[in-house]
């Protein structure tokens, strides 16, 4: 019966996809398929195809992919829906001036150029090099660096083009913002406090002057430092 031919998968269907091509997964599912267990007991028998371990191989082959779901549909068809990875950011490392394309969960799955306008969102790390695929960085990191682009577009109408990580600094990071200076932050500070404490800065203290802004210092509480 598991030789029966109208009971081998011969329908594939897709849904998620967009920029990887259908037929490129299609493929990968195919060679899954071709051959048998033990000679005679065919891959491609609905009962027999494995389709966790064709969803774990997918996975690997095409790191863009976020999550695939296999679905038999009896006799004869699979169904594959996948979400691929939404772009947050390009992120590079080091002195290799090699860069990827990051998600929000800070997975590194595709080469991408050097960025070096304003309108793309960069992270930068001096030391390391990139991988792809790779998480490169820790997905907490990532949700507060949205965190901080977000209440400070929010308060102060200032944009983030670009994070930068140190090395040895694993407490903070850098932000230059697209008016041009950088902004020196705690990681683990109460973004709401520390935004909040800039917005009255630049009001109060810098207003017009803020063209020639350089750095400003927020990781000392209510203290600011600027130049």
Avoid at 161 to 182: C, P, T
């Amino acid at each position: 019966l598991l030789r029966y031919a109208a009971w081998q998968i011969t329908e594939i269907s897709f849904s998620g996809l967009e920029r990887v091509l259908p037929a490129d997964v299609e493929v990968k599912i195919q060679e899954d398929l071709l051959g048998s267990f033990a000679l005679v007991l065919p891959r491609s028998s609905y009962f027999l195809f494995d389709s966790a371990a064709s969803e774990e191989e997918i996975l690997k082959k095409f790191p863009r992919l976020e999550s695939i779901h296999i679905g038999k549909e009896f006799p004869s068809k699979i169904s594959v829906a996948v979400k691929e990875r939404e772009f947050w950011a390009i992120y590079c490392a080091g002195e290799s001036g090699r860069c990827g394309y990051m998600d929000k969960t800070g997975f590194v799955y595709e080469e991408a150029p050097v960025s070096t306008g304003s309108l793309i969102l960069t992270v930068f790390r001096d030391i390391g090099s990139v991988q792809i695929p790779s998480q490169s960085l820790e997905r907490a990191l990532v949700e507060k660096f949205i965190l901080f682009s977000s209440l400070l577009q929010s308060e102060t109408g200032e944009e983030v083009e670009s994070f930068i990580l140190s090395g040895g600094l694993d407490d903070e990071f850098r932000a230059r913002v697209r008016s041009g200076f950088f902004l020196y932050v705690k990681r683990d500070d109460d973004f709401t406090k520390v935004v909040k404490t800039l917005k009255i800065f630049l009001e109060k203290e810098i207003g017009e002057k803020k063209r020639g802004l350089e750095y400003v210092d927020l990781r000392f509480g209510n203290k600011i430092f600027y130049k």
